[in-house]
């Protein structure tokens, strides 16, 4: 018999929750504001979703998976560190409130699990994901599973070093991290403020203005560099581009490549696939959904 599963993506602004066919597909979708200061809005609204969807599904629903913002624990029951956002998330166990089984995860690494279940790393085994928006996200895959480790802090590529003489130092305290010289946040102090958002910048060099050229090109470059340690790191078969930054899809992805052809070691010739991520405002949902089905294989 065909199987359903349940996937809820909750961020600071919207929730969307969606089932969806063991291969993907999608039946239904829901979307909510999710009033981030109220906690009693946002946890009742997912546990109605989850009914809702449960009853208005004509397969039985197999998994439910949710996404969030924060570390998750060492069973994936909850969200365990999130400072500072989403009042009210950290170590609420979903599966205790809901009275349904539901596995949660970080949303980066939801990510990841999006691509690998239903996108562009599907039936991939070794894969590595950057998201690339107002800060510098990123999954790993070891085997084809999900890899958090310790305190489920793996992934967290935007907080390596790419200039280790910066005197600025980013969230993590790591300074001159991938973070702070492609993301969003930093766009207005890495181009004298002459841009506001990465995608001025990235329109700008497009018309080929000098000073975006250059801000841009630099940024790529760094980023290439964090890819080809990485690559000497992890030796994966793919690493995935995504987040809103990688809308900028050729004006990225050449400069990118010519930089790797510079950088990335290539024993025998073999090079790292780079691809972009197929899945961006749903990716949290599915990933959710993905991971839930996932681990009901493990615990088979």
Not at 71 to 87: K, V, W
Not at 100 to 123: P, S, T, Y
């Amino acid at each position: 018999m065909e199987h359903s599963s349940i996937g809820i993506d909750l961020g600071c602004t919207h929730i969307k929750a969606i089932l969806v066919t063991a291969d993907g597909t999608l039946l239904k979708e829901i979307r909510q504001d999710t009033e981030e200061q109220n906690d009693q809005h946002w946890k009742n609204a997912i546990r109605q979703i989850v009914q809702q969807l449960k009853k208005e599904s004509n397969k039985p629903v197999q998994a439910i998976g949710l996404s969030a913002p924060g570390l998750a624990n060492s069973t994936n029951t909850c969200i365990e560190f999130m400072p500072g956002r989403l009042p009210g998330l950290e170590n609420f166990n979903w599966s205790d409130f809901t009275g349904e089984r539901i596995d949660v995860l970080n949303d980066a690494h939801a990510a990841l699990m999006a691509e690998l279940q239903f996108g562009a790393a599907k039936n991939c085994k070794h894969v590595v994901m950057l998201t690339l928006g107002t800060g510098v996200g990123g999954a790993i895959s070891i085997d084809g599973k999900l890899y958090q480790g310790v305190s489920q802090m793996a992934g967290h590529l935007g907080h390596i070093t790419v200039d280790a003489l910066s005197s600025s130092k980013d969230v993590t305290n790591m300074p001159g991290s991938l973070e702070d010289a492609i993301g969003n946040l930093t766009i207005q102090q890495r181009t004298q403020g002459k841009f506001k958002t990465t995608w001025e910048l990235v329109k700008a060099y497009e018309a080929k203005d000098p000073f975006a050229t250059q801000v841009w090109l630099t940024s790529l470059r760094q980023l290439a560099v964090a890819m080809a340690s990485l690559i000497n790191v992890l030796s994966p078969e793919l690493i995935i581009v995504g987040g809103g930054i990688s809308k900028a899809e050729a004006l990225l992805i050449t400069p990118l490549q010519q930089y790797l052809s510079e950088f990335e070691w290539r024993p025998g010739g073999k090079q790292t696939p780079i691809k972009l991520a197929r899945f961006s405002d749903l990716a949290g949902a599915l990933g959710a959904a993905g991971f839930a089905l996932s681990k009901i294989n493990q615990r088979l």
